[in-house]
T-cell receptor, first 115, second 114 residues
Framework: DQQVKQNSPSLSVQEGRISILNCDYTNSMFDYFLWYKKYPAEGPTFLISISSIKDKNEDGRFTVFLNKSAKHLSLHIVPSQPGDSAVYFCAANRPLGGGADGLTFGKGTHLIIQP | DVKVTQSSRYLVKRTGEKVFLECVQDMDHENMFWYRQDPGLGLRLIYFSYDVKMKEKGDIPEGYSVSREKKERFSLILESASTNQTSMYLC?????????????FGSGTQLSVL
């Protein structure tokens, strides 16, 4: 049962335009969401996060929006740059065994910035 | 910055071999995780550990075991490697076991089982 869904495997955007990556989740108990960026042959790096008590968080060119009623979040990148070409993973914090918390990830969206 | 180091970037092993993947973090983090990444499947949690000698199964533990004898080191063991374990393996750590923590990842180990 996939609890975090990224329905677009890939997205192509022209340099300088806005990139919008989408993510849906099914578990209403999720209260913290993160976006990670991954280049080939490297580990994912943290990009931006948002708590469920907020509906927007902004960091430079990156903004994450959260719509709790729709169980939907999106990552906006503006303006898009060639270095933004990567796979983007949406993740949600969830309880694991032993009282620990961890992340469950979506399948990722491959963003390609066209020059 | 937190550093999570995985001992090998690339490994090639034969079917049936016992394989050890090592991971070390240098920031005294409580939680450590092993994920695998496969095209079209995203990152899937294999095992995690929230303390020394403690381990918990993730979503896909079959065919794997783990060891955490020291706080900074978390090992993933493939008891008898099979071709369907060919994958990118990612180790991660987080500061505490509780609350909303971001994960810090290593660079990954690309394992090929022939």
């Amino acid at each position: 049962d996939q609890q975090v869904k990224q329905n677009s495997p890939s997205l192509s955007v022209q340099e300088g335009r806005i990139s919008i990556l989408n993510c849906d989740y099914t578990n209403s108990m999720f209260d913290y969401f993160l976006w990670y960026k991954k280049y080939p042959a490297e580990g994912p790096t943290f990009l931006i996060s948002i708590s469920s008590i907020k509906d927007k968080n902004e960091d430079g060119r990156f903004t994450v929006f959260l719509n709790k009623s729709a169980k939907h979040l999106s990552l906006h990148i503006v303006p898009s740059q060639p270095g933004d070409s990567a796979v983007y993973f949406c993740a949600a914090n969830r309880p694991l065994g032993g009282g620990a918390d961890g992340l469950t990830f979506g399948k990722g969206t491959h963003l390609i910035i066209q020059p | 910055d937190v550093k999570v180091t995985q001992s090998s970037r690339y490994l090639v092993k034969r079917t049936g071999e016992k394989v050890f993947l090592e991971c070390v973090q240098d920031m005294d983090h409580e939680n450590m995780f092993w994920y695998r990444q496969d095209p079209g499947l995203g990152l899937r949690l294999i095992y995690f550990s929230y303390d020394v000698k403690m381990k918990e199964k993730g979503d896909i533990p079959e065919g794997y075991s783990v060891s955490r004898e020291k706080k900074e080191r978390f090992s993933l063991i493939l008891e008898s490697a099979s071709t369907n374990q060919t994958s990118m393996y990612l180790c991660a750590s987080s500061l505490t076991r509780f609350g909303n923590e971001k994960l810090f990842f290593g660079s990954g180990t690309q394992l090929s089982v022939l």
